[in-house]
Nanobody, 118 residues
Framework: QVQLVESGGGLVQPGGSPRLSCAAS????????MSWYRQAPGKERELVAA??????????NYADSVKGRFTISRDNTKKTVYLQMNSLKPEDTAVYYC?????????WGQGTQVTVSS
């Protein structure tokens, strides 16, 4: 059974730099493309950042709104993907979801709330 467990969210002050983690189990992690999505109240879920698996060329991809502020990375030995978030803004407030995708296989975590407020 595939499980994705996010952690690292919470209340953060504007300008803060939290790091989200997503620990995966039950899958060949290194094969999977891993992504972070977010969903703010009243808005659709949107892609924040993505990093490909080892079977593909290429690297990372970011939403324009987070380029230069967020960094996605992965540790295949720990089966974990990270999202380093810097210079947070109130508009970054959302539930952040981890996604693992390989072919038709598509898995989601339960999400972690990030609230940016002073």
């Amino acid at each position: 059974q595939v499980q994705l467990v996010e952690s690292g969210g919470g209340l953060v002050q504007p300008g803060g730099s939290p790091r989200l983690s997503c620990a995966a189990s039950g899958l060949t992690f290194s094969w999977y493309d891993m992504s972070w999505y977010r969903q703010a109240p009243g808005k659709e879920r949107e892609l924040v950042a993505a990093i490909v698996g080892i079977t593909k060329a290429g690297g990372t991809n970011y939403a324009d709104s987070v380029k230069g502020r967020f960094t996605i990375s992965r540790d295949n030995t720990k089966k974990t993907v990270y999202l380093q978030m810097n210079s947070l803004k109130p508009e970054d407030t959302a539930v952040y979801y981890c996604n693992a995708r390989w072919g038709a296989r598509d898995h989601w975590g339960q999400g972690t709330q990030v609230t940016v407020s002073s």
